[in-house]
């Protein structure tokens, strides 16, 4: 498991909310308001249409944006969620975290609409517009297609034969900008490595301007500085997005999440990570002998 | 016919008679269709999707012989249909594609042969949809092909970037119906072209200028018009070479011959250098 999220120091936690609620209760908690970004210089110029005022954030950040009821999944004759039920709130980053099969991809793919499911499943607007960083892609790596042209593909339909217009090309730099990425402009995209790839990814799901960023395990395959990066990036869209992300990195968890979903096929717990990073509740979402090992080695 | 009389006198520039002139111009048009389509099928993989339809073609004929229907619509009705099965069987069946399009081809020439065994007559017509001959074409098969140079450009206007799109996000999300009508429209641009030219050439003319495209550019834009001019130059000089009397071979073989020489040159050159 990585250590890299340790790399950072923790970000300084929204304080407690009067009514004292346990780990596991439903209030989420207020939204991150940040200084700014701390993923450099292209993540602080972009704002969000529906971000408002720190007030006006400050006044909706209780409001959970997705809400799952006793929401089940079944794969064949296997069933991947037991009545789930959790919330996801506004303008923060929540960590779905779980042992391996867990059903955490299961989960964040149920979210995006892209399996059935039992259960009730609410979102607050209830249409909102997704942008989804996938675990790994399993694409041809020497598909000739430019950084340039992969995104420019979410943003115009004039097929790429007739070359990329400057207007797009001009919104690709600013999105390539936003993740640290503007030297990969001209690179083709099979011959980034697992970082840079993430972060591209990463700049089309910000492009479609979404309301619920969601990424699943955007750490694998990643190298150390490239995971550090990443976590810096999304601490700096916080502010301006809704974040779910699947980890299976707990220090990360830790470190960067505001909000944490312990899966293990069912809810274990939720809540802010000081509250559910506790030994009971991990043996519960881990099994015993490695809930007691992550805590007494420090790991977390 | 009128429309192609400007066309004719260009191609006057290099040849002299009237069925030369028909030829280069036959090759251009179906180079046109063939190399742009052929980026999507070297990208996506689907190198023997041409050849899987291309065979059904006499089925086709033989279908339409058996039963007195029209030829071509007969064979450009089993293609598509065997294109939208491809399709089906690689979207569904948990299988590879190419595990998918073997199977498929080998049911298809099985049908044709079936049929053809059932029926002697259409067995003597069926050699020129598996060579083809380049330099018998009339004018409505020239119009065919024009018709197929505008509906590809047409579908590849409106569909080259949600399919170059599905090459690389999860099937998840990917565009289910894009994946249907690039089946159907790629089996009418080999039925057509199969019908005009012959099996051989048309996924020969599919497959090798996309290929030298591929491996000389990086990008998709690169790679779609050095497959347009690798295909258009390797069907003009195959064509004039045939004809040359120190060469004095088939049209179409060579044509073929020519574009895979390319491919060849254009490796040779990623070889010396290399992508960085």
């Known amino acids: ?300 | 016919m009128e429309i192609f009389s400007p066309l004719y006198q260009l191609a006057g520039c290099l040849y002299e008679p009237m069925f030369m002139r028909r030829s280069a111009l036959a090759l251009a048009l179906l180079t046109v269709a063939a190399s742009s389509s052929g980026v999507m099928v070297v990208n996506r993989r689907m190198a023997f999707f041409p050849d899987a339809v291309g065979h059904s073609v006499f089925a086709g004929v033989a279908a339409a012989l058996m039963l007195s229907l029209n030829v071509q619509l007969t064979v450009l009705a089993l293609s598509v249909l065997i294109g939208l099965t491809v399709t089906f069987l690689a979207r569904h069946s948990h299988l590879a594609s190419d595990t998918v399009i073997g199977l498929v081809f080998s049911g298809a020439v099985a049908l044709g042969l079936a049929l053809v065994s059932r029926q002697p007559q259409a067995a003597a017509g069926l050699s020129r949809f598996f060579l083809g001959d380049v330099l018998t074409l009339d004018d409505a098969q020239l119009t065919a092909l024009a018709g197929l140079d505008v509906l590809t450009i047409v579908f590849l206007g409106l569909m080259t970037n949600r399919l170059t799109l599905a090459c690389v996000v999860p099937r998840s999300s990917s565009d289910r119906w894009g994946e249907y009508l690039f089946g159907a429209y790629l089996a009418v641009v080999v039925a057509v072209g199969v019908q005009a030219v012959g099996v051989l050439l048309v996924t020969a003319l599919l497959v090798a200028p996309a290929a030298t495209g591929r491996v000389v550019s990086v990008s998709f834009r690169g790679m779609f018009w050095a497959a347009m001019a690798a295909g258009l130059v390797a069907g003009q000089a195959g064509l004039w070479a045939s004809f040359q009397p120190a060469v004095n071979t088939s049209a179409g073989a060579t044509v073929v011959l020519v574009n895979v020489l390319l491919f060849c040159l254009a490796a040779l050159y990623r070889k010396i250098r290399p992508v960085r």
Request: net charge neutral; aromatic share 4%.
């Open chain 1, 1 to 300: 498991m990585s250590q890299a999220g340790l790399l950072k120091p923790a970000p300084e936690r929204p304080p407690e909310t009067p009514d004292g609620r346990p780990p596991d209760s439903s209030a989420p908690p207020a939204a991150p308001d940040r200084p700014g970004p701390t993923g450099g210089p292209g993540c602080g110029h972009y704002r969000h249409p529906g971000a408002g005022t720190p007030g006006e954030r400050a006044a909706s950040a209780h409001k959970p944006v997705v809400t799952l009821a006793d929401v089940s999944v079944t794969l064949g004759q296997y069933k991947a969620l037991r009545r789930v039920t959790a919330t996801v709130p506004l303008r923060s980053q929540t960590v779905v975290i779980g042992p391996n099969g867990a059903g955490k991809s299961t989960l964040v793919q149920t979210i995006l609409g892209f399996l059935p499911h039992e259960g009730s499943l609410t979102f607050d607007p209830p249409s909102p517009r997704f942008g989804y960083v996938p675990q790994r892609l399993d694409y041809d790596r020497h598909l000739p297609l430019t950084v340039t042209e992969f995104l420019a593909l979410g943003l115009t339909r004039r097929p790429l034969w007739l070359g990329v217009s400057r207007v797009v090309r001009k919104k690709v730099s600013e999105g390539l900008e936003r993740v640290m990425a503007s030297d990969l402009a001209a690179r083709p995209l099979g011959a980034l490595s697992g970082g840079e790839t993430q972060r591209i990814m990463l700049a089309a799901a910000l492009m479609s301007d979404p309301d619920i960023l969601v990424l699943d395990e955007p750490a694998t395959g990643v190298d150390i500085n490239g995971e550090q990066l990443m976590c810096e990036l999304l601490d700096g869209f916080k502010k301006d997005y809704t974040i779910i992300m699947v980890s299976h990195d707990l220090p990360t968890a830790r470190a960067h999440g505001d909000w944490v979903i312990c899966l293990n096929r069912r809810v274990v717990a939720q809540g802010r990570p000081e509250d559910v990073f506790r030994p009971k509740i991990l043996a519960a979402t881990f099994g015993l002998h490695q809930g007691a090992e992550l805590w007494s080695d420090h790991k977390i």
